[in-house]
């Protein structure tokens, strides 16, 4: 990239521009405004969800590698980064943005966690998940049970290689993205479905009924569905502001810090059970994991502790 030629007046005329539109000022009446205890809460459970996995793995051990978790970590940084996104938003006066992001989240920590699963033998074998999504073609039924299987006839190497690097399953179902007619054997898994299966793998220990997991899913649409009160002008309205300034509105701003607690209370505890083998294998692992209880505890992540606790 060269500078030669830059037009350094049009770009501050424009960063300058852009900087008013990022809504700093409501960032700063947001944070002098709001309850401390809840955002504290709420932006230090996304930075301990981003750092689980690595004090879940264990250094010690020479047969253990990131890539063997791939396909998970790959959706959970871009789910950290999400929630960071999904906080700034909020911040700045963009609630529904960040309602937005929040479901995105969700979305990717849940279907992060079957793509990881799906890539491992132990899991994939008792899935009826990928039996149940199927697809005519030909007039033929085909499910996704039905692509791997395919899959694996054709290179039986193919499933080592996804106990080595879960990530390689992408690569295998990247064609059925791009294929109109084979999509829908991805597109039509429900996240209902996905939220029922990784509770019978034991991926949302120890929540007891999964249903609680779709009822957040649930509420996170209701907020972003384009319902005139769900909207950021009817918000306003509702709370007897201005409807068309971007302003700060406290009640919406800390019930959306509880929303993102709780959901990094759920992330938390698909991490640790994704990462099950690695902290099993590990003593040490495990000491440091109890080590920041009292930190999760302070941070009200009661699903993270309970969890931490069956250890």
Known sequence: MTLEGVDWRNVREVFKHILGELGIENLSTSLVKCDYDKLRKAHNSIHMFIYIPVLCFPEERRDVSWHQHSAFI???????????????????????????????????????ALWECLAHRKYRDSAWITRTSGIKVDSCKITLLDWFNDIFKLNPRIEDEFERISASIYDKIYPLLENPELGGLINRIRIRDVIKQLFEWGILRPVENPDTIYEMYRYLSREVHVMPNR??????ILCGGEPFNVELLVEELEKLFEQLNRLMDIGIIVELNILEDWINGSERVKDKLKKIVPDLKGLQLINAVQRINML
């Open 231 to 236: 909207t950021d002008i009817g918000r306003r």
């Open 74 to 112: 790959i959706y959970q940084w871009e789910a950290f980064y999400t929630a960071h996104r999904a906080l700034i938003e909020a911040l700045s006066g963009y609630y529904n943005a960040a309602y937005s992001l929040l479901r995105v989240t969700l979305e990717l920590i849940l279907k992060g």
